[in-house]
């Protein structure tokens, strides 16, 4: 039994799941941020702005904030309140990610299974191998399934990752099928793993989305930003497989473009990636210089995961695939966090 779950993981490549759920932890700490950031309103009456933005009681003991773009920064006897965090939420989110993909990954290696025995790279995928049969992969795909919609109940009185479930789980298993009939399945995956973030600002921000629709709006920035990010490198990991694909009649942007003008479109993607990044303190104020120092550092690294590949030269496309976006994800998240917790002392 062991030794099957250890394969069903493999399957999914479990590991990968270090490149989306980074950004949904970002977004739901931004969104717990800013939830904290709404408790902290009903305090401001009695208090006059002065003309530097600092609010000052007007009756009582003298308290200092600091507001930008209509939102509070500090509170001198509330620094540790910086997070409206909430157990229910987080195990939410984590249980959602990890089902969510891992019955997309299982779907996606049951559509792909004949195309794996074809294709010398993944010939010895579980599938093709044998080491997993059919029955077994459906069996832990359904499961999962189940699993994410049972998850979604966490965030209940919050209805509307409930009712979102199955639509996001048939957007998700329409990626298996794209590359028989679009050379945008890149982009497919990309709005896939961009639903990361938003999804869990709308799990955390539920009632103030249905409210004002325009709260979605830092979700969205940093959603573009995830699909043009996928999107870029997925087009750098589909470049191994271009001989493949002619071959066997399935679309790409290799395909389509070839491997030097791929390239030059995954640059671009990266180069809009960045953009989106560096926007979004504009939607969302709490985030500040320190964030702004790991947007850059972002631009660097995804200069150097161009820098790894060329058309003459894919061989290290693996570690520009998992290292350096592994590494871009999760940086990202920590730094985007520290920064948040920063802006409340």
């Known amino acids: 039994m062991f030794k099957t779950i250890g394969h069903l993981l493999s399957l999914i490549r479990f590991s990968h799941t270090i490149f989306a759920l980074p950004f949904a932890m970002l977004a739901a700490m931004m969104a717990w941020r800013l939830a904290m950031l709404d408790k902290y309103e009903k305090y401001l009456d ?14 009582g003991p003298t308290s200092f904030f600091y507001s930008v773009g209509g939102y509070i920064f500090q509170f001198d006897w509330l620094q540790s309140d910086t997070f409206a965090f909430r157990w ?3 195990l939410g989110i984590l249980l959602c990610m990890i089902f969510a993909r891992s019955a ?9 299974r004949r195309i ?25 795909a359904m499961v999962c ?10 965030f209940l009185p919050n209805r509307l990752p409930l009712y979102l479930s199955i639509p996001v789980l048939l957007f998700l298993g329409g990626y298996s099928y794209t590359k028989r009939f679009t050379s945008l399945a890149h982009v497919w995956l990309g709005m896939a793993l961009a639903l990361s973030p938003i999804a869990a600002w709308i799990a955390i921000r539920g009632e103030a989305i249905m409210q004002h629709p325009g709260d979605l709006l830092p979700a969205w920035v940093l959603g573009g930003a995830v699909l043009t990010w996928v999107t ?28 030097a003008g791929a390239l030059k479109l995954a640059a671009g993607c990266h180069a809009v990636t960045v953009v989106l990044l560096a926007l979004l303190p504009l939607v969302y104020p709490p985030l500040g210089t320190v964030y702004g120092v790991a947007v850059a550092g972002v631009a660097l690294l995804l200069v150097y995961e161009h820098l790894l590949v060329s058309p003459e030269d894919l061989e290290r496309v693996n570690t520009a695939f998992f290292h350096v976006n592994a590494v871009i994800s999760i940086g990202l998240f920590a730094v985007g966090t520290l920064d948040l917790g920063l802006a409340s002392g």
Do not use: W
């Not at 009695?46 to 009756?59: E, F, I, R, S």
């Not at 399934?145 to 966490?154: M, P, R, V, Y």
């Not at 694909?245 to 070839?258: V, Y």
């Open 232 to 259: 870029g490198f997925d087009i750098i990991y589909a470049c191994q497989d271009c001989e493949f694909d002619c071959q066997a009649k399935l679309n790409s942007i290799p395909t389509r473009l070839g491997i």
């Open 88 to 90: 229910q939420e987080f």
């Open 104 to 112: 997309a990954m299982a779907f996606n290696r049951l559509v792909d």
């Open 116 to 140: 794996d025995a074809l294709n010398p790279r993944t010939e010895n995928r579980h599938l093709p191998a044998g080491i997993l049969s059919v029955k077994q992969v459906t069996t832990f």
């Open 145 to 154: 399934s189940l699993a994410f919609i049972a998850s979604t109940l966490l």
């Open 46 to 59: 009695g208090y006059q702005q002065l003309d530097d933005g600092t609010l000052v009681a007007d009756k």
